[in-house]
């Protein structure tokens, strides 16, 4: 899961006391538009807000920070990359690292500014001398209410670059990249918890601004109804340029897996389903609200709603149209020997003017650093209890069974 993935956490509940006892905390969905863009879905990670004297968020914004066009580098008002209010105050406790800066390359823009070691708490387990970046530069976006990321992805995926900033290009922040601990993983390193979490999400109306969005279990499976047969899979090593994985070869980078297949009909029955066994790899990312996927396979699928699916060639990449109403067709994963099929309901994302698309988007034309390939989003990851193990390398699913989701 790329650093893009945001979750907004509540840390107001009762988590379990003792050492590597799963720690489980609220997430808050909240459903905003970016104007022209495609709607933003992410699921905003944040502290309680009536509680300010800790930040944690692994990379946060400044006070300070000075937002930019990403194009022309020309400094905007503040107000123009839509953040939050609640900026990082640098502490006494806070320490710069000498010769290394932060800088990530985002989906919408770029972030860069000083990487130091803090005390970072999330929930309530702190975790002392914890890489933190502060960016004090932005030309990435925001929502209006989240003010920093925490990435869940491992640690060649991290952000510290050697040198200075001041001398880097603004198209380098993907490379070459100093390996270090992110949080979660930090956390199991001090046997705070077991080296794995769980996140379950929740369906809830994008007429909503502000609501329940589910939980994140640190060291543990969230407290959500789900099948007792899980499907368990290896993560996969990527194929990635050895400079974008922190110059270490053949690393783990993205929470990615192998789909044996997808089968899709109009309806759920086996005799209505055309399945295809091709398998391939793909990224889970709650980082966004809609399944990439092979073109072909979009197509078809797209073309089974009920009334049809029309091409959105306004958009980049190509979005299908559909009508608010409509009956959506079936459509599912193959992970792990089981098919997850999703509620029809994650398969239309609402735009907020009563206007609807697919959740199911062709990946040509999307591309992280020259990469194109399927993502699988949240409009799938509603539909499942899915285990992030960083001890195995593995990922586990369930399947939700307080949803009208389809196993077989």
Request: net charge negative.
């Amino acid at each position: 899961m790329h650093l893009s993935s945001l979750l907004s956490i509540f840390t107001s509940i009762t988590v379990a006391d003792g050492l590597s006892s799963p720690h489980t905390l609220h997430l808050q969905r909240r459903a905003v538009s970016n104007g022209t863009h495609l709607i933003s879905a992410n699921i905003n990670l944040a502290e309680k807000r009536d509680s300010l004297e800790q930040t944690y968020l692994a990379n946060v914004l400044a006070a300070g920070y000075i937002c930019l066009n990403d194009t022309s580098n020309a400094t905007l008002p503040q107000e123009a990359c839509a953040y939050g209010s609640y900026t990082y105050q640098t502490t006494s406790t806070f320490r710069p690292i000498q010769d290394v800066f932060f800088g990530e390359q985002l989906g919408a823009g770029r972030v860069s500014g000083v990487l130091g070691l803090d005390d970072v708490t999330l929930g309530s387990i702190t975790v002392k001398g914890q890489h933190l970046g502060v960016a004090n530069k932005s030309s990435n976006f925001g929502d209006g209410f989240y003010c920093g990321i925490l990435g869940l992805g491992f640690p060649s995926m991290t952000s510290g670059h050697s040198g200075s900033i001041i001398t880097a290009g603004n198209n380098t922040f993907a490379f070459n990249a100093i390996n270090y601990s992110p949080l979660i993983n930090s956390m199991a390193e001090q046997g705070s918890i077991e080296p794995y979490f769980g996140i379950a999400l929740e369906r809830t109306p994008f007429n909503l601004s502000s609501a329940s969005g589910g939980y994140l279990t640190l060291g543990g499976i969230p407290p959500v109804l789900h099948n007792s047969n899980l499907s368990s899979v290896p993560v996969q090593r990527l194929p990635l340029p050895v400079n974008e994985t922190g110059n270490q070869p053949n690393a783990y980078s993205y929470w990615a897996i192998n789909i044996e297949g997808v089968s899709f009909g109009t309806s759920a029955d086996s005799h209505n389903l055309i399945t295809n066994f091709t398998g391939f790899p793909a990224v889970i990312d709650t980082g966004n609200f809609w399944n990439f996927i092979d073109f072909t396979v979009a197509d078809q699928v797209n073309s089974l709603f009920e009334p049809v699916g029309q091409w959105n060639m306004e958009t980049n990449p190509i979005t299908y149209k559909i009508d608010c109403n409509a009956k959506a067709p079936a459509f599912g994963f193959k992970i792990g020997g089981q098919t997850f099929f999703h509620n029809g309901e994650d398969l239309i994302y609402s735009l907020g003017d009563e206007s609807c698309m697919s959740s199911l988007v062709p990946f040509q034309g999307v591309s992280v650093n020259g990469q194109t390939g399927t993502i699988i989003g949240d409009a799938f990851l509603k539909n499942a209890v899915a285990v992030f193990d960083f001890g195995k390398n593995e990922m586990r699913f369930a399947a939700r069974t307080n949803t009208n989701l389809s196993l077989f």
